[in-house]
């Protein structure tokens, strides 16, 4: 079947503007991740949805961070006032039930955000 | 919060041999799992092995094998008769099995395959 997918794949924007990212996950799974990768770093973690409502939020930076997934399926990662800091690439992993056994995260190729 | 540590940046390795990538770990948690993932240039991170710490047995997944040390706290993989597909980043990563559903990962090792 699909994986998960991300959109747009690649995005410029100045530096205050508010951006959106997009993720599709795999159909079936309950859990969504949001991860943030800087040049040379392992990814860090964001927020994870388990259905529509965030259940671990911890890693968002500050305020200006803000993801939803209002049907339980796609996710949306909103940034505001962008900062050059931004920059990175931001993945997005599926899991079928979050926290039960192994429960594998499955990623997308990732939206490589660039804030001039 | 648990750290994860790849200490060796760049790993070269000829075509066909072996070459293994070292990951330690801190936690102070006794149940969790362990993941080694691998990022090609297209970004898409790719599940390569993962071991559940109560399991004592060592994971195995074709060519791609872990030495699982938990006392040491030390999980490194073994990629044998290496081929030019497996030239990517590589990372270890710790899950807790406590509710925390998060993934906690290393800065990856960059693996060369020298044909």
């Known amino acids: 079947g699909a994986g998960v997918s991300q959109t747009p794949s690649n995005k410029v924007t100045e530096k205050g503007k508010y951006v959106e990212l997009r993720c599709d996950p795999i159909?079936?799974?309950?859990?969504l991740y949001w991860y943030r990768q800087s040049l040379g770093q392992g990814p860090e973690f964001l927020i994870y949805?388990?259905?529509?409502?965030?259940?671990?939020d911890s890693g968002l930076p500050n305020d200006r961070f803000f993801a939803v997934r209002p049907e339980g399926s796609v996710s949306t990662l909103k940034i505001q006032r962008t900062e050059r800091g931004d920059s990175a690439v931001y993945l997005c992993a599926s899991s079928l039930t979050a926290g039960q056994g192994p429960d594998t995260q499955y990623f997308g190729p990732g939206t490589r955000l660039t804030v001039l | 919060a648990q750290t994860v540590t790849q200490s060796q940046p760049e790993m070269s390795v000829q075509e066909a041999e072996t070459v293994t990538l070292s990951c330690t770990y801190d936690t102070s948690e006794s149940d969790y799992y362990l993941f080694w993932y691998k990022q090609p240039p297209s970004r898409q991170m790719i599940l390569v092995i993962r071991q559940e710490a109560y399991k004592q047995q060592n994971a195995t997944e074709n060519r791609f094998s872990v030495n699982f040390q938990k006392a040491a706290k030390s999980f490194s993989l073994k990629i044998s008769d290496s081929q030019l597909g497996d030239a990517a980043m590589y990372f270890c990563?710790?899950?807790?099995?406590?509710?925390?559903?998060?993934?906690?990962f290393g800065k990856g090792n960059q693996v060369v395959v020298i044909p």
């Open positions: 990563a710790y899950r807790s099995s406590y509710g925390n559903n998060r993934l906690a």
């Open positions: 949805f388990q259905g529509t409502g965030a259940a671990d």
């Open positions: 159909s079936g799974h309950t859990a």
